[in-house]
């Protein structure tokens, strides 16, 4: 079992917008950085992640996500009328896949990038490395586990650090 973090922007695309949708299931769409999506090739079924809110105030880890359909072409890639349309990316040859996630869990209270700042084991997380843009990053099996254990000790006192 490996454990990663995909962002999107809430407006874009919600954990919300995930519950929504059909099965409770999405393609997770629109990975155009190469780091990013050797991730997605080498992700698993059954495989968890945390939904991730970004360029929101304030960003944060609002739920849990589970892989149920393993790395595959990214047909929009290949869709002219697609803002993710690339013409260098073909049937034959495609430069770009996505993975299949399924809602798992939303959390009662999101935690916020200032409150994971504050948790102690997960001062090497990518999420809260300076620079780091990735919109899917592997999350360590140790920190997936504090950020669990934070939620569940922490519900009833988080408060919004605006």
């Given at each position: 079992?490996?454990?990663w973090?995909?962002?999107?922007e809430?407006?874009?695309f919600s954990?919300d ?5 059909p099965?409770?299931t999405?393609?997770w769409?629109g990975v155009?950085?190469?780091?990013a999506r050797n991730?997605?090739k080498?992700?698993?079924v ?8 970004s360029?929101t105030d304030?960003?944060?880890i ?8 393993a790395a595959?072409?990214?047909?929009f ?12 990316s ?5 430069r ?7 809602f798992?869990k939303?959390?009662?209270q ?5 409150q994971l700042r504050?948790?102690k084991?997960?001062?090497?997380m990518?999420?809260l490395r300076k620079g ?5 990053q592997p999350v360590?099996?140790?920190e997936?586990q504090r950020?669990?254990d ?8 988080f408060?919004n650090?605006?």
């Amino acid at each position: 079992m490996q454990y990663w973090l995909f962002k999107s922007e809430p407006t874009t695309f919600s954990i919300d917008d995930l519950v929504n949708a059909p099965r409770k299931t999405t393609c997770w769409e629109g990975v155009r950085n190469y780091q990013a999506r050797n991730f997605l090739k080498s992700m698993n079924v059954g495989d968890l992640g945390f939904f991730y809110h970004s360029n929101t105030d304030p960003p944060a880890i609002v739920g849990i996500v589970k892989v149920v359909k393993a790395a595959y072409p990214d047909a929009f890639a290949f869709d002219l009328k697609s803002r993710y349309f690339d013409p260098r990316s073909s049937q034959d040859s495609p430069r770009w896949f996505l993975v299949d996630v399924q809602f798992v869990k939303k959390f009662p209270q999101a935690l916020h990038l200032d409150q994971l700042r504050t948790v102690k084991g997960l001062e090497k997380m990518e999420l809260l490395r300076k620079g780091s843009r990735l919109s899917i990053q592997p999350v360590r099996p140790e920190e997936w586990q504090r950020v669990l254990d934070f939620v569940q000790n922490n519900t009833k006192h988080f408060s919004n650090p605006k």
